[in-house]
């Protein structure tokens, strides 16, 4: 499965990347780059942090959902009462933070 994780903090990218281990992951800082990321190559799903400079993670939400075949999304959030946004911004999973390994493969393979 290939996967892409767009948060602004590298740290968590790189826990999201080793909890997906097995997986093609690929990583995006920005909204921006995600959405370059996204039309120059084919991802099963993607995995976005809501709180992102500039570019926030539900208006990423809503440009993916705006392609001809999207993917996946998932979101990561702290704030649990962004839920209902994400879902309306056309997310498919959202995950609260702090998330475990098994609650974040659930949400990939479900």
Known sequence: MKLLVV???V???RIVALYLRG???AEA???EEALA???GDHFDAVIVDLILPQFGGLRLCRKI???AAPPRVIVISGDEQLRD???EAGADA???KPFTKDDLAAAVSS
């Open 37 to 39: 990321r996204l039309a």
């Open 7 to 9: 948060d602004d903090d």
């Open 65 to 67: 959902k705006e392609s």
């Open 23 to 25: 997986h093609d992951v």
């Open 85 to 87: 946004d994400a879902r």
């Open 94 to 96: 959202f995950l609260a």
């Open 11 to 13: 740290h968590i990218r």
């Open 29 to 31: 800082a920005t909204g």
